[in-house]
C-alpha cells in the first residue's frame, strides 16, 4: 500500500444553489513512501472521477503527518478554536431547562435547527437526518472502542414538549470539553447556554471544565463569554473541480462549520 483516503458523496449549498460534493478525509501515506507525491496523485485521480460523476467542489480534510503538499491547488478554509467560560447562575444551580439525553427521534428537529442556522452563509453542507446520525455514531465508536474511561461523548437535548428546541453535542476527555456542535430553535442560543449551564451543575464540586469549541460567526449564547481565542491546526481544503470557478473565494466568515464536519 502507497497510500489510502475515505471519499464520501456529500450535497452542500454554495451562494443558495445546490451543489454535489466530493469531500476526502482520513488520507493517509505509508510511512516508508512519505514525500513521494503518493498522496497527491490519489486525491487527484478521486476528485477527477468526482468531477466527471458531476461533483462541482472537492472538500480535502487533511489529517496530521501528511508531507506531500496537497494544498497547493485548493483555497484553505480557516477556523478560530475558542475557550468558553460559563456564567454561573446567580442561583448557583442548574436553571430551570428540561434536558434529557438525544435520541434518534430527535435528529428531524436537529436538522431544520441546522439549516435555518445555516441560510446567511455562501456554503455549508446539506446536514440531513444521514449526515448527523454518521458523525454522532462515529464519535461515538472514537469512545466506545478508546480506552476505558478516557473519551466520552454527551448528547443532550433541551426540549419544549416532546420536542427538541436545542441540542448539545461534547466530546469529554477529562475535564476539557469539546462542543462538536449545537443548535437552538431560538437564534440567539439561550436553550444552548442554558444546557451547559446544566451540565456542569449536575458535579457542582468537580473542577469547571475547559470548553472548546469552533461557533458561527455572530453567534453566541448570553450565558457564554469567550475566554480566549488561537487560530484553529485544523483547517478545511476547497476547491471548484471542473470548469467551475468559485468567485470571490471562500473565507472562514463565509462557511458554516462544525467540528462535527470534520470526516
Not at 85 to 96: D, I, T
Not at 122 to 150: C, E, M, P, W
Not at 241 to 263: C, K, Q, Y
Request: net charge negative.
Amino acid at each position: 500500500m502507497l497510500a489510502s483516503a475515505a471519499q464520501y458523496n456529500l450535497t452542500g449549498l454554495l451562494d443558495g444553489r445546490t451543489v454535489r460534493v466530493s469531500g476526502i478525509g482520513s488520507v493517509f501515506t505509508e510511512p516508508s513512501r512519505q514525500g513521494l507525491g503518493h498522496a497527491r496523485q490519489l486525491v487527484e485521480t478521486l476528485l477527477s472521477d468526482a468531477a466527471r460523476e458531476g461533483a462541482e467542489i472537492g472538500l480535502l480534510f487533511p489529517q496530521t503527518g501528511i508531507d506531500d503538499d496537497l494544498g497547493g491547488v485548493f483555497e484553505t478554509i480557516h477556523f478560530t478554536d475558542l475557550t468558553l467560560s460559563v456564567v454561573q447562575s446567580p442561583r448557583y444551580g442548574a436553571p430551570m431547562t428540561m434536558v434529557r439525553g438525544g435520541e434518534e427521534r430527535d435528529l428531524d428537529a436537529i436538522v431544520a435547527m441546522g439549516r435555518v442556522r445555516a441560510q446567511p452563509f455562501r456554503f455549508h453542507l446539506d446536514r440531513d437526518v444521514d449526515f448527523i446520525q454518521y458523525a454522532i455514531t462515529t464519535k461515538r465508536l472514537l469512545a466506545g472502542l478508546g480506552s476505558a474511561n478516557a473519551r466520552q461523548l454527551h448528547f443532550f437535548i433541551a426540549e419544549e414538549g416532546t420536542t427538541a428546541a436545542a441540542y448539545v453535542i461534547l466530546s469529554v476527555v477529562g475535564d476539557s470539553w469539546t462542543l462538536e456542535e449545537c443548535g437552538d430553535r431560538d437564534l440567539s442560543g439561550a436553550r444552548v447556554g442554558a444546557l451547559l449551564q446544566a451540565l456542569i451543575a449536575r458535579e457542582p464540586m468537580e473542577r469547571r471544565p475547559t470548553i472548546h469549541a469552533w461557533l458561527p460567526p455572530r453567534f453566541l449564547p448570553p450565558q457564554i463569554t469567550i475566554a480566549s481565542t488561537a487560530p484553529a491546526t485544523e483547517t478545511i481544503l476547497a476547491r471548484m473541480l471542473g470548469s467551475h470557478a468559485m468567485v470571490p473565494p471562500l473565507s472562514g466568515e463565509d462557511v458554516l462549520f462544525w467540528r462535527n464536519d470534520l470526516i
